[in-house]
């Protein structure tokens, strides 16, 4: 009997290394969203993937090299649905309305990724230094320059405004409604992860939005 066929997972996870660096990362996240980068533990990771603790270090270095390696996974994600996301084909106004109801929506369902941001804020950053993340994160101010350009020329939007802080508002919107829902909801006796408050929320976040960044005359709340 020879090795592939006594260790068939093995012999798979050798034939795919990429896809076995995938599962690693993912059960990764989970864990370091969960537990904070001091908490999470190698050992659960490499049961969950039944990968060996060696291979994970064979990947990845260390604890702290899967750490970013995950934290980059999770900014890869959202910059990788943005790019999929057709606003070129819309007016301004309704390019911007897109962006912001997929950012909202991208936030409610990978709350992995706030967790994980909201750790590295708690590391002040530290380990971002370590990635390529100020590279991959450009395309999200390049593409709102482009909207935010268009819809200028098109005489809709305001003057003078920062690209990067329409990011910024837009983030700060969709990323609070995730990292504080909980003691929100505790604190004043209402539920706002139910589906018709995330339904008014997300509608409120867009038109928030849109009224920043749009003159008065061209805003429609509808």
Known sequence: MTDSEAHPKTARRQQD?????????????TEFALNGLAGARIDEIAEKTRASKR??????????????????????????GEAKLDIESL????????????TFDHHHQHEDFIRMVMIENIHSGRYLERSDLHTVNQSAIRRIEALYGKGVEAGQFRPNLDPLEIHWQISALCFFNVSNRATFSHLFQRDIGSVDSQASLRQNVI????????????????
């Open 207 to 222: 038109d928030m939005v849109v009224r920043y960044v749009v003159k008065p005359e061209f805003f429609d709340a509808k």
């Open 91 to 102: 007016s301004p106004i309704e390019g911007l309305k897109r962006l912001v109801g997929f």
């Open 55 to 80: 291979m994970i270090y064979y990947y990845f270095g260390d604890k702290e090299g899967l750490y970013v390696s995950a934290l980059e996974n999770a900014y890869r994600i959202v910059r990788e």
């Open 17 to 29: 290394p990429e896809g076995t660096r995938r599962d690693i990362i993912a059960v990764a996240s």
